[in-house]
């Protein structure tokens, strides 16, 4: 007989199995196992009735949540609960957060184990953490889970009842959330105070002194002995000078004239100054900071900081990656200053440990600081570790370590000369001792150069001294709107704020990626026009719901809930059922909001309305309408824009002329993704789309003639056959340019670019084949697996790995399995691979008889298995609103 330990991925449940006896199995659930339902084709029969059955929440009765199996994970828990038969004794060691909890509730509730059932938690996978915790396994934290179970039911509260409102009054697809709502509006008010935002001019004087063969910079600081002004002088959000500011804002005429003035004359340093400065390390890494730098660093987005991060912890390099604290342990203290004595020397030691405190909002001190795994940290380089597994690494261990080194010492030197009635002042600063730089500089890669970088030598200079002026120059600057918000800064102002939780921040800004909130432009969070109108319904009719002081009270509230000091059920009952509650306000809207005004943008200082369609925004006016591009962002929708879109509507013919075979207009059009033509209209009743076809790559609509437009709507374009394959060979438009398409049928499909001198319309089958000839490592074709990682035992056929738009993928024949976040390219075995594939619905028919059979089988076995969970639901739906009512 055997201990039966289950965890979430197969990667942790392979490193976790080295450290524990040989009669220990190790399972994994492959995340969560039950959950609310995603779709109302996934509620059971007996619900479907109910009224509040699309929330997937009770709010009749106790707010009992309504639990499903999902259609994925069935299997899974069949083979968990088989390999329950055999054990003495359950251990339950999903991750030690809110989420892992849940997750161990979860299985207990489904398993209903018959043998002892034991909670095991870490915060490292290493030989000693394992067997320690081992020793010191709990019961499930209840309190814990109810805190959990109310923060899903509040966000399926919010965001179930909020999106119809937004389906109806807006457009479809769009979605509401808690914390999602708000982060969307901080980049709307970023995007407001961008427009909002006057640029202003001012000037200043810089000059390349030398003394004894030395250069060194100087700038205007004084004229008349009245400070000139700087960008400093300047309101950031809306660019004028700031109130009660004495000083001299020098224009373009004064400061060329006061250039001539002073060529030639003497300059007299008046006055020197050295200022003794000591930098202190920062703390080591939460989820926070280590998104924050590793967006800065590495330039990776927090999605996948979060996904690598997982799958270091889950091989048991860094501890968890899920944390608010920065308190290193003894171990892990004593483990950094030995990294600090055997790589850079005891001077560079911190002459005492370090601690921090964490000073987030809501923090909790429950967990360790991301740090290096174990009791002494591998070297990068000793981890066997490659790309950005790597890369993230070694951000940890550089920052793990630089928190117990020494001070860096600087002295800031400034350096005050006079000439005429300028003052002008140089600055500089010498890096006396570099302590903690050597290791790490924040939002450097390289703390070697930043450590030079960071150095201004200026020459040594006494009172009195008289440099030679080397060039002078006038230079103009214009103050600069606020800078939008990064992946990192907006991490950073959620946390300050106390809004939601770091270890949210990830999927959030996915989201808000996803649903077309935002668009990364270079590393800048854009908010689009859609969530200027979302922002602004919101802000009028649910204010508490995108107000960050309100939602950051949530979350202390939800906190208080975890330790026992406020009941949850009276607070889900004020928010939803109460006499303002949502619900309530919910309906009320339905009522009272507008939809055309709730489509309409708000844009200070333009004369035209701006709506949002069903196919983006656009710009509304008495003579007609124009689509207003997707990258063309709301900050930048200045008047002159807007006539440039408008002239170049109203300068394209309604109609090129009609097709000569079907007699049909063909019309030239201009959409939220570029030019295209179309054939025919569209018609009613009918949802069959008139075709379309969009312009070659810089072409302009009003270069298009009838004759180009019959050619582009005749694409796909065919060309033949190829003569070796017998596959056919078409041309045609893609969203990522022309294209050939060589389809060998049941061989599969092979997509070619056409190169920059290829032209779609009259590229030639000789052509194509040349291009078809070409080696595939140097044109994009055919996908190539990251890892091929064996033949599947029905068929033979490989089970590869490959990368695709939305991450790395298994694939099998036609059937595609997403890679479970934690789990690594090489790291995945044939046997994970398989039963992912099989979750998928991936079995091989052999047979028609025997596919039939199977099919038969299957469908019987699902059906058991969803009355077996009905059956569970209902029971669970009890239990949990007798044990709610009961707390």
């Known amino acids: 007989m055997s201990t039966l330990v289950i965890v979430e991925s197969p990667t942790k449940a392979r490193t976790?199995?080295?450290?524990?006896?040989?009669?220990?199995?190790?399972?994994?659930?492959?995340?969560?196992?039950?959950?609310?339902?995603?779709?109302?084709?996934?509620?059971?029969?007996?619900?479907?009735?109910?009224?509040?059955?699309?929330?997937?929440?009770?709010?009749?009765?106790?707010?009992?949540?309504?639990?499903?199996?999902?259609?994925?994970?069935?299997?899974?828990?069949?083979?968990?609960?088989?390999?329950?038969?055999?054990?003495?004794?359950?251990?339950?060691?999903?991750?030690?957060?809110?989420?892992?909890?849940?997750?161990?509730?979860?299985?207990?509730?489904?398993?209903?184990?018959?043998?002892?059932t034991k909670r095991m938690v870490f915060h490292e996978i290493t030989k000693e953490a394992i067997q320690k915790a081992l020793k010191n396994c709990r019961e499930i934290d209840e309190q814990i889970v109810h805190a959990q179970e109310t923060r899903r039911i509040l966000d399926r509260l919010v965001g179930y009842t909020l999106s119809p409102l937004l389906w109806r009054k807006i457009a479809g697809g769009l979605s509401a959330g808690r914390v999602q709502s708000v982060a969307v509006r901080l980049l709307v008010m970023k995007e407001r105070q961008r427009r909002a935002f006057k640029s202003a001019q001012y000037w200043d004087l810089k000059a390349l002194l030398a003394h004894n063969k030395a250069e060194f910079d100087s700038k205007l600081v004084t004229v008349d002995g009245v400070k000139v002004a700087t960008g400093a002088d300047f309101d950031p959000n809306t660019g004028n000078l700031l109130a009660g500011k004495k000083v001299k804002v020098l224009n373009g005429i004064e400061a060329r004239a006061l250039t001539e003035n002073l060529k030639g004359k003497t300059w007299t340093v008046k006055g020197l100054?050295?200022?003794?400065?000591?930098?202190?390390?920062?703390?080591?890494?939460?989820?926070?900071?280590?998104?924050?730098?590793?967006?800065?660093?590495?330039?990776?987005?927090?999605?996948?900081?979060?996904?690598?991060?997982?799958?270091?912890?889950?091989?048991?390099?860094?501890?968890?990656?899920?944390?608010?604290?920065?308190?290193?342990?003894?171990?892990?203290?004593?483990?950094?200053?030995?990294?600090?004595?055997?790589?850079?020397?005891?001077?560079?030691?911190?002459?005492?440990?370090?601690?921090?405190?964490?000073?987030?909002?809501?923090?909790?001190?429950?967990?360790?600081?991301?740090?290096?795994?174990?009791?002494?940290?591998?070297?990068?380089?000793?981890?066997?570790?490659?790309?950005?597994?790597?890369?993230?690494?070694?951000?940890?261990?550089?920052?793990?370590?630089?928190?117990?080194?020494?001070?860096?010492?600087?002295?800031?030197?400034?350096?005050?000369?006079?000439?005429?009635?300028?003052?002008?002042?140089?600055?500089?600063?010498?890096?006396?001792?570099?302590?903690?730089?050597?290791?790490?500089?924040?939002?450097?890669?390289?703390?070697?150069?930043?450590?030079?970088?960071?150095?201004?030598?200026?020459?040594?200079?006494?009172?009195?001294?008289?440099?030679?002026?080397?060039?002078?120059?006038?230079?103009?600057?214009?103050?600069?709107?606020p800078a939008r918000y990064t992946e990192a800064s907006l991490v950073k102002m959620l946390e300050s704020e106390g809004i939601g939780r770091p270890s949210t921040y990830a999927s959030i800004i996915g989201t808000i990626i996803d649903r077309g909130?935002?668009?990364?432009?270079?590393?800048?969070?854009?908010?689009?026009?859609?969530?200027?109108?979302?922002?602004?319904?919101?802000?009028?009719?649910?204010?508490?719901?995108?107000?960050?002081?309100?939602?950051?009270?949530?979350?202390?509230?939800?906190?208080?809930?975890?330790?026992?000091?406020?009941?949850?059920?009276?607070?889900?009952?004020?928010?939803?059922?109460?006499?303002?509650?949502?619900?309530?306000?919910?309906?009320?809207?339905?009522?009272?909001?507008?939809?055309?005004?709730?489509?309409?943008?708000?844009?200070?200082?333009?004369?035209?309305?701006?709506?949002?369609?069903?196919?983006?925004?656009?710009?509304?006016?008495?003579?007609?309408?124009?689509?207003?591009?997707?990258?063309?962002?709301?900050?930048?929708?200045?008047?002159e824009t807007i006539e440039m879109l408008l002239r170049q509507k109203s300068s394209t013919p309604d109609t090129l002329g009609n097709h000569p075979e079907t007699g049909e207009p063909i019309y030239p059009k201009l959409g939220p993704f570029g030019p295209y033509v179309q054939l025919g209209d569209k018609e009613e009743d009918s949802k069959k789309k008139p075709k379309q076809s969009s312009l070659p790559k810089g072409m302009k609509l009003e270069d298009v003639t009838l004759e180009i437009a019959i050619e582009l709507l005749k694409l796909p374009r065919s060309l033949g056959v190829h003569p070796?394959?017998?596959?056919?060979?078409?041309?045609?438009?893609?969203?990522?340019?022309?294209?050939?398409?060589?389809?060998?049928?049941?061989?599969?499909?092979?997509?070619?670019?056409?190169?920059?001198?290829?032209?779609?319309?009259?590229?030639?089958?000789?052509?194509?084949?040349?291009?078809?000839?070409?080696?595939?490592?140097?044109?994009g074709g055919k996908k190539e697996p990251l890892r091929t990682i064996g033949n599947h035992p029905d068929d033979n056929e490989p089970v590869a790995i490959f990368s695709g738009p939305y991450g790395k993928y298994i694939k099998h024949g036609k059937i595609n399995a997403g890679i479970p976040e934690g789990e690594t390219v090489e790291g995945i075995s044939l046997e994970t691979a398989l039963s992912l594939l099989v979750a998928k619905g991936g079995t091989v028919k052999k047979t028609t008889t025997k596919a039939k059979t199977t099919e038969t089988k299957a469908k019987t076995t699902a059906t058991k298995a969803k009355t077996t969970a009905t059956k569970a639901k209902t029971t669970t739906a009890k239990k949990t609103t007798t044990a709610k009512k009961a707390s």
Not at 63 to 78: S, T
Not at 288 to 299: H, Y
Not at 345 to 364: C, H, I, N, V, W
Request: aromatic content about 8%; hydrophobic content about 35%.
């Open 16 to 116: 976790i199995s080295k450290f524990l006896p040989s009669s220990y199995v190790v399972k994994a659930s492959m995340g969560h196992v039950r959950d609310l339902p995603p779709s109302a084709e996934e509620i059971p029969p007996e619900y479907k009735s109910q009224k509040w059955a699309n929330l997937g929440i009770n709010v009749e009765s106790g707010f009992a949540p309504l639990y499903i199996i999902p259609k994925d994970k069935r299997k899974i828990v069949q083979e968990l609960k088989t390999a329950l038969k055999g054990a003495t004794e359950l251990i339950l060691a999903t991750d030690e957060d809110r989420e892992g909890e849940s997750i161990s509730w979860h299985l207990l509730q489904l398993l209903n184990p018959k043998v002892p």
């Open 273 to 481: 100054e050295e200022k003794p400065v000591t930098r202190k390390p920062s703390p080591p890494f939460t989820t926070s900071t280590l998104q924050q730098e590793s967006n800065r660093k590495l330039r990776l987005s927090a999605r996948e900081t979060m996904r690598v991060a997982q799958s270091l912890y889950e091989q048991g390099y860094i501890t968890y990656m899920r944390t608010d604290s920065v308190h290193l342990s003894a171990q892990a203290i004593d483990a950094a200053r030995s990294c600090v004595l055997e790589k850079y020397g005891q001077e560079y030691l911190s002459p005492q440990p370090r601690q921090y405190t964490t000073k987030a909002k809501g923090a909790q001190e429950a967990h360790e600081a991301i740090r290096p795994a174990g009791s002494s940290f591998r070297t990068p380089r000793e981890t066997g570790l490659a790309a950005k597994e790597l890369q993230l690494y070694d951000l940890v261990w550089k920052r793990t370590v630089a928190s117990q080194m020494a001070d860096a010492r600087q002295t800031q030197l400034s350096v005050d000369l006079q000439v005429e009635n300028a003052g002008f002042r140089s600055s500089g600063k010498r890096i006396d001792f570099a302590g903690y730089l050597r290791a790490y500089v924040e939002g450097s890669d390289d703390p070697h150069a930043a450590i030079e970088d960071q150095e201004i030598i200026l020459p040594q200079l006494v009172k009195g001294d008289r440099p030679d002026c080397k060039k002078l120059d006038a230079i103009d600057h214009e103050t600069q709107p």
């Open 517 to 639: 909130y935002a668009q990364l432009q270079s590393n800048a969070l854009v908010p689009s026009f859609t969530a200027f109108a979302v922002t602004a319904l919101l802000e009028k009719n649910f204010p508490d719901l995108v107000d960050p002081s309100f939602t950051a009270r949530m979350e202390q509230t939800l906190d208080d809930i975890s330790t026992g000091t406020t009941q949850w059920l009276p607070y889900l009952e004020k928010f939803y059922l109460g006499e303002k509650g949502l619900e309530n306000l919910v309906n009320q809207g339905f009522t009272d909001i507008d939809a055309t005004l709730a489509r309409t943008i708000d844009l200070d200082n333009l004369d035209v309305k701006v709506r949002i369609g069903k196919f983006g925004a656009f710009i509304e006016t008495e003579s007609g309408n124009a689509s207003i591009p997707k990258d063309l962002t709301p900050a930048d929708l200045a008047p």
């Open 724 to 779: 070796e394959t017998g596959g056919k060979l078409q041309t045609n438009l893609g969203r990522f340019g022309p294209y050939i398409l060589h389809d060998r049928g049941k061989e599969g499909k092979e997509y070619r670019s056409l190169k920059a001198t290829d032209d779609v319309l009259t590229v030639t089958i000789e052509r194509a084949l040349a291009i078809l000839a070409e080696p595939k490592s140097t044109r």
